[in-house]
């Protein structure tokens, strides 16, 4: 199984809600900052939450802060993205990935030594 894989994306409306899940395998959460980035077509793409292994801290993108909430099972196997109010900008493909750096966040999308297939979130009325 790979290393991270994300589920739950789909088609939402304008101001509903959704919520992601990366299903993390071979590792501890514990140790490791898990990062959710999105990318449009044509454009670069966007670190939006970051949740720090057991004791780190969380962080978010000013773009989906008081929107998003990003957290980790208690089952230490998966990281969720839930994801309120959301807006039309807010389609994109949605990626997890871990950093390389152990529980440190924030981390850039190169700074991740797996990362998922990514899931398609469209924000459409």
């Known amino acids: 199984q790979a290393p991270l894989v994300e589920v739950g994306g789909g088609s939402v409306q304008p101001g509903g809600s959704l919520r992601l899940s990366c299903v993390v395998s071979g590792f501890s959460l514990d140790y490791y900052a898990i990062g959710w980035f999105r990318q449009v077509p044509g454009k670069e793409r966007e670190a939006i939450a970051c949740?720090?292994?057991?004791?780190?801290?969380?962080s978010y993108a000013e773009s989906v802060k008081g929107r998003f909430t990003i957290s980790r099972d208690n089952d230490n196997v998966r990281v969720h993205l839930q994801m309120n109010n959301v807006e039309f900008e807010d389609t994109a493909v949605y990626y997890c990935?871990?950093?390389?750096?152990?529980?440190?966040?924030?981390?850039?999308?190169?700074?991740?030594?797996?990362r998922g297939q990514g899931t398609q979130v469209t924000v459409s009325s």
């Open positions: 990935a871990r950093s390389i750096r152990g529980a440190m966040c924030p981390f850039t999308w190169r700074g991740a030594d797996y």
């Open positions: 949740t720090g292994g057991r004791w780190g801290r969380t």
